[in-house]
């Protein structure tokens, strides 16, 4: 995610904390370091997942987002919010140096949701359109997104997978290499109950982190949320707690069944 301070434009994405306390404020990911818990991914697994290098005022920051469409990636608002363009890389396990099967793609064409709210992170999705379009191969492909039929469907104890190249920990070092981490979500209720208030929506998913022990951090924001038994996207990585990524509090995303018609009113795309 990228790093966000709340009085400030920086972004930092946040990961909940231990207790049951609510908990304020987020931070979006840097580019610094890998999901905590995870593997790393090999080749062609998860060809959805882009890196985005952001240029915006408060210098360069890193965020995530999944293909789907050679034309559209989908990431989080919070990572897109007030900046100036996007570098695009896609199909690639590494961001430095980037493989050879790696294509790039500048794009300062970005849809924000208008009812984005930089403080809350309330409807936090945006989509970037790049051009021209990305070529699809075994290394970059759409991930197919969460079906109409569970628009409503409360995910409660499904395995999901996210990915990025968010850090191992809240202190950790930086790594080059996409990870993965295989979760379970959370029931809405607990995962309330870890922050403010209204904090978490029914615009929201979250997984258990196993008391910080898997989880996404910072550097993953905008990444993919996919439900195993299907494939499909369900979610992009939105925040966690204040206390830090690994204090054991629910990771919050942006439930994508929330937003299809907003998704398809902006893209043109037909979805099922």
């Not at 999901?35 to 408060?58: D, H, M």
């Not at 695009?88 to 794009?107: C, E, F, H, M, Y």
């Not at 981490?181 to 929201?204: I, L, R, S």
Request: hydrophobic fraction near 35%; charged fraction near 15%.
């Amino acid at each position: 995610m990228k790093t966000f301070i709340i009085v400030s434009a920086l972004l930092t994405v946040v990961s909940a904390s231990v207790t049951r306390s609510p908990i304020t404020r987020f931070r979006d990911f840097l580019p610094e370091s890998r999901i905590v818990g995870g593997n790393l991914a090999t080749a062609g697994k998860f060809p959805y997942q882009v890196a985005l290098e952001i240029s915006a005022p408060q210098g360069r920051l890193f965020c995530g987002g999944s293909i789907i469409d050679a034309e559209w990636i989908l990431t989080a608002a919070h990572c897109t919010t007030g900046i100036y363009n996007v570098k695009v890389i896609a199909g690639s396990l590494n961001i430095n140096p980037l493989d050879s099967s790696a294509q790039t793609r500048t794009s300062n064409q970005i849809i924000n949701h208008a009812g984005f709210h930089p403080v809350t992170l309330i409807n936090d999705i945006a989509l970037i359109r790049v051009s021209p379009p990305l070529e699809l191969n075994y290394y970059a492909w759409p991930v197919p997104l969460a079906s109409r039929n569970e628009v409503g469907h409360v995910y409660d104890q499904e395995h999901v997978i996210a990915s990025g190249w968010g850090r191992t920990s809240d202190q950790s070092s930086t790594t080059n290499q996409l990870r993965y981490v295989d979760m379970y979500t959370e029931a809405q209720k607990t995962c309330e109950g870890f922050y403010y208030p209204g904090t978490v929506t029914a615009g929201n998913v979250c997984t258990n982190t196993e008391y910080g022990r898997r989880t996404t951090c910072q550097g993953d924001s905008g990444g993919p949320l996919v439900l195993q038994r299907t494939g499909r996207l369900i979610g992009a990585t939105s925040f966690v707690s204040q206390a830090g990524c690994t204090s054991g509090a629910p990771a919050v995303f942006t439930k994508i069944t929330h937003f299809l018609d907003w998704i398809q009113q902006n893209t043109g795309l037909i979805l099922d």
